[in-house]
């Protein structure tokens, strides 16, 4: 686990996913092996086996927020808009104050041309987090 995740501080994704891959070989449940396993194979671009961890891990610990919004950004990737705001909304659920998930969801909310709703999600989260860089941007 600890080889993967220097893999991926070093941002050699393909020898961290192989890392978690040995480690999850060995222990099938270890939650957040699954999720970083998750989270090398989505920086790789390869989305289906994103989800596939990812939706392992976010079953294991339905409460893992990060988990959860790696999963609807994996969701928005493969252009599923739909699932991508059930998603981030099941996140902010559990945490109305994440950024990733707030910025997720309005962009989601943006995709499926749901413009009002994505401008009032951005709007809401700068009020709460008013320096959160990638909201303003968007």
């Known amino acids: 686990y600890k080889l993967g995740m220097l893999y991926m501080n070093q941002k050699q994704y393909d020898k961290a996913a192989d890392s978690f891959r040995n480690v999850v070989r060995k222990k099938k449940s270890y939650l957040d092996t699954l999720a970083k396993y998750g989270l090398a194979f989505y920086y790789l ?3 289906d086996k994103a989800e596939t961890q990812l939706k392992k891990a ?3 610990n ?3 927020v990060g988990s959860i919004s790696v999963f609807a950004t994996v969701a928005l990737k493969k252009n599923n808009p739909r699932k991508a705001v ?3 909304k099941m996140a902010l659920k559990r945490d109305p104050k994440q950024p990733d ?3 997720g969801l309005a962009l989601a909310y943006d995709v499926q041309g749901q413009t ?3 401008i009032k999600t951005w709007e809401d989260f700068i009020k ?3 320096n959160y860089i990638e909201a303003r941007n968007n």
């Open 45 to 47: 671009g390869k989305y």
């Open 58 to 60: 976010v079953a294991l």
């Open 62 to 64: 339905p409460k893992d």
């Open 86 to 88: 059930s998603l981030f």
């Open 101 to 103: 998930a707030n910025n």
């Open 116 to 118: 009002q709703k994505a």
């Open 128 to 130: 709460i987090d008013p």
